[in-house]
């Protein structure tokens, strides 16, 4: 990102002159083509008329001087195409206008001889019409296909789309964060404002079509690094429809895995139902129509908790609701209203490493998106767009309640992956809400033009206000303690009778126990806001040549309750495209795409500096007396500790000038041919780099600060946030993507995405520590190779395949059924050798130029960053639908999904626990921990770096050979599983 003021001084005044709404999230798709006579000439003033079922009226246009025609603004579905002219033959064709995208629909138009209305038939490769990358899914394909219907799983039919990310369940895109995709539902960004994931603002059922866009997204979208995931619900119709649907699952009906069996684990048999209905129709024809649906689910799944082993039956209770009005003003013109609610209540564990039934926590998570919308077609070339917008969400009870320090959560210290046990950690008296207001709108003109073709020109942009309030309180005690279980021979938590971990307390600096403070402000907020314009050119000079020029500009401040900056910078994008038809009939296309792309201002990074979120701390080591349990006085006795490490984002933390989000550049190279019966193959080059990344500098040039937190002050190192290319990312893949139609009833369909690099020194997310990494941080003591190495990141993934197929059979009066079958392979994924919590080396602490708080421990890194394997797999996934309509409106159906059909049980990762090899037995005490620490393999002459570092590692020790085992049941394929649903659509 360059601050180029003149620049966007400049655009920004070009697009004000020009009428600019502010836009984003498309709801609409678009039909272009091309009317010539039998000669070959182009066919101007031909009135071109669409209807389709889901369109109030019809609209139409006329064709331009060289043949050319546009209709903006037609919502997704199945469309009627009619050409007329005086004296030709009428002809007409149908065609399906996908969301978010362009179908194409042209005609030869033939003197007129007898009165006939000519019908074309046939369908067009609509994935090839633009140079962007993703994918278009509709209701019909989804609900075929054996896999559940949230946005993300959605998205992963996609190429580009990866799902190994440092935060599990989130999808990444085109190698970008994976807190950074643009999740929009009927134009509105759903994303969670913290983690990037979409909220639950859906309805399965009411889901009319999603497209995925994973590279070359033009200049209407903006605040993503990663890709655009957007979808549309229905909106009623001409007649009255809907569903009424029951989804099956029951623990039970999930194989075990050889974690699962090894322990004798039997799963809960309960049935868990989700309930759905929709229903759409008319108030008034073509002039108001409703939608509405409704789900509701109390579901049991049961969870293994990692390092015990311990079965946890999670409830949860979810309803949904959605309404939506659409008005027709006039055929041309059109107002949509829509309100959805998902309340939720769970039991469930707060992390991921919650190992013990004592951390388990019962949130509520209410949530609203109010949306009101215009769409108008002003004469023939113009098109109109304007729509508002309110999410709201919030974290409530989602944490402990009890303020006495023997309830306070503890987090391991050693333990690989981590745990947590004692006690809930967050703070349910500290609830926090995540919102956000949307203003959006657009302007879009056709202009055909004699000599330098035509012209499809949009203008628009947004203001998006990016809302969080609450402190984040970790604990209701107002402490969290660090220090490791006792553990058995195997690395096994070992329990009392009453099921909880027994706390060892470990006295000493090198920090194997210590206690956190937090200091939570509540009811801080920070507001940050992004007003967006952008301009974009869809032209085509001629049969053969079109061009896409775009560009975005961007405008970010900040309101806070601390009166700290954050932000206020400004940015211009480009997005442009070159695109090359050698016949000039739409058989083959070649397109090169430039684009850049700058990222979200996730709250998770932007509320480092304000007390919004983030709670300021005060920690230290255990001083002792050594001893174990949860009724060890001593280990709960904060004067036992010595609390010296502070920081707090208002003292010690700021933000550069002119600091913003990322930056990824990213070129294309693509070529695709069209096969018959609407079928496609398309091959992409596709290279993107991050430049410009977040990351926090700590280093002694920038001075020391006295921090007062808890009453107690403390000199600590000043921390600033700043944009470095220190940190790097880059990623280069091939994409293969195509579709065919075997027969009428069959297709095929899928995509092969193939990483040729995906590497980095900066992982940037893990558990939202975005900006984090070693980079920058206290440069004499921390290095490269040893504590920040690039290499494979997490999310590098060789090879990525999905193909699938769907089969429908016409069984007549019997019924009909649809079958289908979803094959994915997944290369091995890649991991680091790492050991956590290791002091400082003499070399290192020798090298100390005076920081006031110095790091007292490091994560060492053994070899290049993503430099081991797991194991690839594969999986086949089948559904059956069978429905017997009856009275000519009612469709009684029912579905078999069967997951992981071979049932599979590779392991697919494992425990990476290593031990480094100390010349001496105090320095592995210092490292383990007495109990390891005193048993570790010394070697007076193992090798050392220049760090004074050790080079070697053990796999095992006398006390744990746990390297390669499995620590929970997700350490493998999900196992086969049979899923069920019925329902009746009318």
Same mark, same amino acid.
């Given at each position: 990102?360059?601050?180029?003021?003149?620049?966007?001084?400049?655009?920004?005044?070009?697009?004000?002159?020009?009428?600019?709404?502010?836009?984003?999230?498309?709801?609409?798709?678009?039909?272009?083509?091309?009317?010539?006579?039998?000669?070959?000439?182009?066919?101007?003033?031909?009135?071109?008329?669409?209807?389709?079922?889901?369109?109030?009226?019809?609209?139409?246009?006329?064709?331009?001087?060289?043949?050319?025609?546009?209709?903006?603004?037609?919502?997704?579905?199945?469309?009627?195409?009619?050409?007329?002219?005086?004296?030709?033959?009428?002809?007409?064709?149908?065609?399906?206008?996908?969301?978010?995208?362009?179908?194409?629909?042209?005609?030869?138009?033939?003197?007129?001889?007898?009165?006939?209305?000519?019908?074309?038939?046939?369908?067009?490769?609509?994935?090839?019409?633009?140079?962007?990358?993703?994918?278009?899914?509709?209701?019909?394909?989804?609900?075929?296909?054996?896999?559940?219907?949230?946005?993300?799983?959605?998205?992963?039919?996609?190429?580009?789309?990866?799902?190994?990310?440092?935060?599990?369940?989130?999808?990444?895109?085109?190698?970008?964060?994976?807190?950074?995709?643009?999740?929009?539902?009927?134009?509105?960004?759903?994303?969670?404002?913290?983690?990037?994931?979409?909220?639950?603002?859906?309805?399965?059922?009411?889901?009319?079509?999603?497209?995925?866009?994973?590279?070359?997204?033009?200049?209407?979208?903006?605040?993503?690094?990663?890709?655009?995931?957007?979808?549309?619900?229905?909106?009623?119709?001409?007649?009255?429809?809907?569903?009424?649907?029951?989804?099956?699952?029951?623990?039970?009906?999930?194989?075990?895995?050889?974690?699962?069996?090894?322990?004798?684990?039997?799963?809960?048999?309960?049935?868990?139902?989700?309930?759905?209905?929709?229903?759409?129709?008319?108030?008034?024809?073509?002039?108001?129509?409703?939608?509405?649906?409704?789900?509701?689910?109390?579901?049991?799944?049961?969870?293994?908790?990692?390092?015990?082993?311990?079965?946890?039956?999670?409830?949860?209770?979810?309803?949904?609701?959605?309404?939506?009005?659409?008005?027709?003003?006039?055929?041309?013109?059109?107002?949509?209203?829509?309100?959805?609610?998902?309340?939720?209540?769970?039991?469930?564990?707060?992390?991921?490493?919650?190992?013990?039934?004592?951390?388990?926590?019962?949130?509520?998570?209410?949530?609203?998106?109010?949306?009101?919308?215009?769409?108008?077609?002003?004469?023939?070339?113009?098109?109109?767009?304007?729509?508002?917008?309110?999410?709201? $969400?919030? =974290?409530?009870?989602?944490?402990? /309640?009890?303020?006495?320090?023997?309830? %306070?959560?503890? @987090?391991? &210290? *050693?333990? +690989?992956?981590?745990?947590?046990?004692?006690?809930?950690?967050?703070?349910?008296?500290?609830?926090?809400?995540?919102?956000?207001?949307?203003?959006?709108?657009?302007?879009?003109?056709?202009?055909?033009?004699?000599?330098?073709?035509?012209?499809?020109?949009?203008?628009?942009?947004?203001?998006?206000?990016?809302?969080?309030?609450?402190?984040?309180?970790?604990?209701?005690?107002?402490?969290?303690?660090?220090?490791?279980?006792?553990?058995?021979?195997?690395?096994?938590?070992?329990?009392?009778?009453?099921?909880?971990?027994?706390?060892?307390?470990?006295?000493? $600096?090198? =920090?194997?126990?210590?206690?956190? /403070?937090?200091?939570?402000?509540?009811? %801080?907020?920070? @507001?940050? &806001? *992004?007003? +967006?314009?952008?301009?974009?050119?869809?032209?085509?000079?001629?049969?053969?040549?079109?061009?896409?020029?775009?560009?975005?500009?961007?405008?970010?401040?900040?309101?806070?309750?601390?009166?700290?900056?954050?932000?206020?910078?400004?940015?211009?994008?480009?997005?442009?495209?070159?695109?090359?038809?050698?016949?000039?009939?739409?058989?083959?296309?070649?397109?090169?795409?430039?684009?850049?792309?700058?990222?979200?201002?996730?709250?998770?990074?932007?509320?480092?500096?304000?007390?919004?979120?983030?709670?300021?701390?005060?920690?230290?080591?255990?001083?002792?007396?050594?001893?174990?349990?949860?009724?060890?006085?001593?280990?709960?006795?904060?004067?036992?500790?010595?609390?010296?490490?502070?920081? +707090?984002?208002?003292?010690?933390?700021?933000?550069?000038?002119?600091?913003?989000?990322?930056?990824?550049?990213?070129?294309?190279?693509?070529?695709?041919?069209?096969?018959?019966?609407?079928?496609?193959?398309?091959?992409?080059?596709?290279?993107?780099?991050?430049?410009?990344?977040?990351?926090?500098?700590?280093?002694?040039?920038?001075?020391?600060?006295?921090?007062?937190?808890?009453?107690?002050?403390?000199?600590?190192?000043?921390?600033?946030?700043?944009?470095?290319?220190?940190?790097?990312?880059?990623?280069?893949?091939?994409?293969?993507?195509?579709?065919?139609?075997?027969?009428?009833?069959?297709?095929?369909?899928?995509?092969?995405?193939?990483?040729?690099?995906?590497?980095?020194?900066?992982?940037?997310?893990?558990?939202?520590?975005?900006?984090?990494?070693?980079?920058?941080?206290?440069?004499?003591?921390?290095?490269?190779?040893?504590?920040?190495?690039?290499?494979?990141?997490?999310?590098?993934?060789?090879?990525?395949?999905?193909?699938?197929?769907?089969?429908?059979?016409?069984?007549?009066?019997?019924?009909?059924?649809?079958?289908?079958?979803?094959?994915?392979?997944?290369?091995?994924?890649?991991?680091?050798?790492?050991?956590?919590?290791?002091?400082?080396?003499?070399?290192?602490?020798?090298?100390?130029?005076?920081?006031?708080?110095?790091?007292?421990?490091?994560?060492?890194?053994?070899?290049?960053?993503?430099?081991?394997?797991?194991?690839?797999?594969?999986?086949?996934?089948?559904?059956?639908?069978?429905?017997?309509?009856?009275?000519?409106?009612?469709?009684?159906?029912?579905?078999?999904?069967?997951?992981?059909?071979?049932?599979?049980?590779?392991?697919?990762?494992?425990?990476?626990?290593?031990?480094?090899?100390?010349?001496?037995?105090?320095?592995?005490?210092?490292?383990?921990?007495?109990?390891?620490?005193?048993?570790?393999?010394?070697?007076?002459?193992?090798?050392?770096?220049?760090?004074?570092?050790?080079?070697?590692?053990?796999?095992?020790?006398?006390?744990?050979?746990?390297?390669?085992?499995?620590?929970?049941?997700?350490?493998?394929?999900?196992?086969?599983?049979?899923?069920?649903?019925?329902?009746?659509?009318?």
């Amino acid at each position: 990102m360059k601050r180029w003021s003149l620049w966007s001084l400049a655009l920004a005044l070009a697009l004000a002159i020009s009428g600019a709404a502010f836009a984003q999230g498309i709801q609409f798709g678009t039909l272009v083509g091309n009317v010539t006579l039998s000669d070959g000439s182009a066919a101007a003033g031909v009135q071109v008329t669409v209807t389709s079922p889901s369109l109030q009226g019809e609209r139409n246009t006329v064709t331009q001087s060289n043949g050319d025609y546009i209709l903006r603004g037609l919502p997704p579905g199945d469309y009627t195409v009619s050409f007329t002219l005086q004296g030709l033959k009428p002809q007409q064709g149908q065609t399906t206008v996908p969301l978010g995208a362009t179908a194409r629909r042209d005609a030869r138009l033939e003197a007129e001889a007898v009165e006939e209305t000519i019908v074309v038939t046939g369908e067009s490769a609509s994935a090839l019409e633009t140079p962007a990358v993703g994918a278009n899914l509709t209701d019909k394909t989804v609900d075929a296909l054996p896999m559940t219907r949230d946005l993300d799983t959605i998205a992963r039919l996609s190429p580009g789309v990866t799902t190994n990310t440092p935060l599990g369940g989130q999808v990444a895109i085109s190698g970008g964060f994976a807190y950074d995709n643009l999740f929009l539902l009927n134009g509105v960004d759903i994303n969670d404002n913290v983690f990037g994931s979409p909220d639950d603002l859906f309805i399965e059922d009411a889901i009319q079509e999603t497209q995925v866009l994973s590279s070359a997204v033009s200049a209407e979208y903006g605040r993503f690094t990663g890709g655009v995931v957007n979808a549309v619900t229905k909106s009623g119709g001409n007649e009255f429809e809907g569903t009424l649907r029951t989804d099956l699952t029951n623990p039970s009906y999930r194989d075990e895995t050889p974690y699962e069996k090894a322990r004798g684990t039997k799963r809960l048999d309960k049935n868990n139902e989700v309930y759905s209905a929709t229903l759409g129709g008319y108030i008034l024809k073509d002039k108001l129509w409703f939608f509405t649906a409704g789900r509701y689910n109390e579901s049991t799944t049961t969870s293994t908790l990692v390092r015990t082993g311990i079965q946890f039956n999670r409830e949860r209770k979810d309803e949904r609701y959605e309404g939506k009005l659409t008005a027709n003003i006039s055929d041309a013109h059109s107002l949509q209203a829509s309100y959805i609610d998902n309340s939720t209540k769970a039991d469930q564990a707060p992390l991921t490493s919650a190992s013990t039934l004592d951390t388990i926590v019962h949130p509520e998570y209410p949530n609203t998106l109010a949306v009101g919308r215009y769409s108008g077609v002003i004469g023939t070339a113009a098109f109109v767009e304007a729509q508002y917008s309110e999410k709201k $969400f919030q =974290f409530k009870n989602a944490g402990g /309640f009890s303020t006495d320090i023997h309830d %306070s959560p503890f @987090t391991c &210290r *050693t333990v +690989s992956g981590g745990c947590l046990y004692n006690g809930p950690y967050f703070d349910s008296t500290d609830p926090e809400d995540r919102n956000n207001k949307q203003f959006s709108g657009s302007v879009s003109y056709f202009l055909d033009t004699a000599s330098i073709g035509s012209h499809n020109l949009k203008v628009g942009g947004e203001r998006f206000d990016n809302i969080r309030t609450g402190g984040n309180s970790q604990s209701a005690t107002g402490f969290t303690f660090a220090t490791d279980p006792l553990l058995d021979a195997q690395g096994n938590i070992i329990l009392d009778a009453g099921g909880h971990a027994i706390p060892v307390f470990t006295p000493g $600096f090198g =920090f194997l126990t210590y206690a956190v /403070f937090w200091d939570a402000k509540r009811g %801080s907020k920070i @507001t940050i &806001r *992004t007003d +967006s314009l952008y301009v974009n050119d869809d032209w085509k000079l001629n049969e053969h040549w079109s061009l896409n020029l775009g560009a975005r500009y961007e405008k970010t401040s900040d309101e806070n309750t601390d009166n700290a900056h954050v932000v206020d910078v400004d940015a211009v994008t480009p997005r442009l495209a070159l695109s090359f038809d050698p016949r000039g009939d739409g058989k083959y296309r070649f397109d090169a795409t430039y684009a850049e792309y700058t990222g979200s201002y996730n709250l998770a990074l932007w509320t480092s500096a304000v007390n919004t979120g983030n709670p300021g701390y005060l920690y230290g080591p255990y001083l002792g007396p050594p001893g174990q349990g949860r009724d060890f006085a001593p280990g709960y006795d904060i004067n036992n500790y010595l609390l010296f490490i502070a920081g +707090s984002p208002t003292q010690n933390v700021t933000f550069a000038n002119g600091i913003h989000t990322p930056v990824t550049a990213e070129y294309t190279l693509s070529g695709g041919v069209q096969l018959p019966k609407g079928g496609y193959l398309r091959l992409t080059y596709q290279n993107r780099e991050t430049n410009d990344l977040l990351e926090d500098f700590i280093n002694i040039s920038q001075g020391q600060v006295d921090v007062e937190v808890g009453g107690v002050t403390a000199t600590t190192d000043r921390k600033i946030y700043r944009n470095s290319n220190d940190s790097f990312r880059k990623y280069e893949a091939l994409l293969l993507q195509g579709r065919y139609r075997l027969t009428p009833n069959w297709s095929v369909e899928g995509n092969w995405s193939h990483q040729l690099k995906n590497e980095g020194n900066y992982e940037g997310e893990s558990g939202q520590t975005i900006g984090t990494s070693g980079v920058g941080d206290y440069p004499e003591i921390l290095h490269a190779a040893r504590n920040y190495p690039s290499g494979n990141l997490v999310q590098y993934e060789a090879d990525l395949i999905r193909v699938w197929t769907i089969y429908n059979l016409n069984l007549g009066r019997a019924g009909d059924i649809s079958a289908s079958l979803l094959g994915n392979y997944f290369s091995p994924l890649t991991y680091s050798h790492t050991r956590a919590s290791v002091p400082l080396s003499a070399v290192q602490l020798a090298a100390d130029p005076g920081y006031a708080q110095p790091p007292q421990t490091q994560t060492l890194y053994f070899g290049k960053r993503g430099s081991q394997e797991f194991n690839d797999y594969y999986t086949f996934d089948t559904a059956i639908t069978y429905s017997l309509p009856f009275l000519k409106r009612f469709e009684p159906w029912i579905k078999l999904d069967v997951r992981n059909l071979l049932n599979d049980d590779t392991q697919i990762a494992w425990d990476r626990t290593i031990f480094p090899v100390f010349r001496t037995r105090a320095e592995a005490i210092a490292a383990f921990g007495r109990r390891i620490g005193s048993v570790a393999r010394i070697d007076p002459n193992a090798p050392y770096d220049a760090f004074g570092l050790p080079t070697t590692f053990e796999r095992s020790t006398p006390l744990s050979n746990s390297y390669g085992q499995a620590r929970s049941a997700s350490d493998f394929v999900t196992p086969r599983e049979y899923r069920f649903s019925a329902g009746i659509r009318f």
